[in-house]
């Protein structure tokens, strides 16, 4: 019973290999943006956990919209 009810949840805090395939980077990508200081973490003894809203507004921040280019009609 309380395997079925942990299997409905879903994870707040996500593993670097977790969180790299939730943003679609590699696991070095996420180390490095952690190592950076440009992605938030939770240091627990050796482990670093990511926080699933931590990543969901860094790709919030880095999203870049399209700009129209004023070249784009000359081909």
Known sequence: MRKQFLKKISPRLLTVREA??????????????????KLAHIRTDRRVMLDIRD??????TNRVAEESRSDDHIL
Do not use: F, K, P, Q
């Not at 943003?23 to 990508?29: K, L, N, S």
């Not at 990543?55 to 919030?60: A, E, M, N, T, V």
């Open 20 to 37: 790299a395939e939730y943003i679609g980077r590699t696991e070095t990508a996420v180390r490095e943006l952690v190592w950076n200081g």
């Open 55 to 60: 990543l969901d507004s860094w790709i919030d």
